[in-house]
């Protein structure tokens, strides 16, 4: 394993490999979500739903937002984990501080989000809170990983592809 300067090595392939999965696992995510509401592409609410599919889209998203929340804090964990053994003076590293100070922001962000969206559901517009939720996550991720993950991948690859 090639070391880039005194404090900090190459991402391992492996490394590597973990936070890549995540990253699949959190499109897949969102494709779940789109497939769950049948007016996800249109402006339409509920309102051309029966009542038993409004409350299962309820529950399933109500459900979705924990798996999720539960998903993000394992991925953030274990990049933190690869950070905190990369950048082998992490107290100092500024890159580690400021990535896993995002990280933190962004989960207070989620719970407040899924906090707002949960009464939106149920007061019955389901639909409006799924396209919200879909449009915030990928929007708040998107850019998580363009300003955090995308450069400090590169960084640590050694200039392999
Ligand atoms: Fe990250």
């Known amino acids: 394993m090639q070391h880039l300067d ?7 392939v ?5 936070i890549e999965d995540g990253h699949t696992h959190l499109d897949q995510f969102l494709r779940e979500l789109r ?3 049948c007016e996800f592409y249109s402006l339409e609410g509920c309102q051309g739903c029966d009542r ?10 109500n459900s979705f937002e ?3 929340l539960d998903f993000v804090i394992e991925h953030f964990k274990n990049e933190e984990k690869i950070m905190s053994k990369i950048f082998s003076n992490q107290d100092t590293n500024e890159c580690f501080r400021l990535h896993q100070q995002e ?4 989960l207070r ?4 989000l899924m906090h707002k969206l949960s009464t939106e559901s149920d007061r019955g517009h389901t639909a409006v809170a799924i396209r919200e939720f879909h449009y915030r996550v990928t929007e708040l991720f998107g850019k998580h990983a363009r300003m955090f993950d995308d450069p400090f ?3 640590l690859k050694g200039g392999k592809k």
């Open 66 to 68: 924990h798996v999720f």
């Open 52 to 61: 038993g599919k409004v409350a299962s889209c309820q529950g399933r998203l």
């Open 103 to 106: 990280h933190d922001k962004l």
């Open 14 to 18: 492996a490394e590597h490999q973990l």
């Open 153 to 155: 991948i590169r960084q």
């Open 35 to 37: 497939e769950t509401c």
């Open 6 to 12: 005194n404090d900090v090595r190459e991402l391992s």
């Open 109 to 112: 962000e989620m719970q407040s």
